[in-house]
Nanobody, 115 residues
């Protein structure tokens, strides 16, 4: 049974930091490209960050470059999103995604940036 379980969301003030985690199980994690997406109220889901299967390459949405960092630990089947200098416009539900031949999604974790 494939599972992607996000954690680490919550309420944070502007300028603050959060670290999201995604625990993967039920598939060969090390062969999958892993990504974080987000969906803000009334908006479409968008790609935030992506990391290749071995972790050698990453890419980011322009809106988060220099503030967010994606990483993975293939030994632990985990992917992370370190979010710094958070802004109110980063408020969204953040989803973990695994993609290879198959495409898997987590249920999301809510990040709220507000004073």
């Amino acid at each position: 049974q494939v599972q992607l379980v996000e954690s680490g969301g919550g309420l944070v003030q502007p300028g603050g930091s959060l670290r999201l985690s995604c625990a993967a199980s039920g598939f060969t994690f090390s062969t999958y490209v892993m990504s974080w997406y987000r969906q803000a109220p009334g908006k479409e889901r968008e790609l935030v960050a992506r990391i290749t299967s071995a972790g050698g390459s990453t890419n980011y949405a322009d809106s988060v470059k220099g503030r967010f960092t994606i990483s993975r630990d293939n030994a632990k089947n985990m992917v992370y999103l370190q979010m710094n200098s958070l802004k109110p416009e980063d408020t969204a539900v953040y989803y973990c995604n695994a993609r290879n031949v198959w495409n898997y999604w987590g249920k999301g974790t809510l990040v709220t940036v507000s004073s």
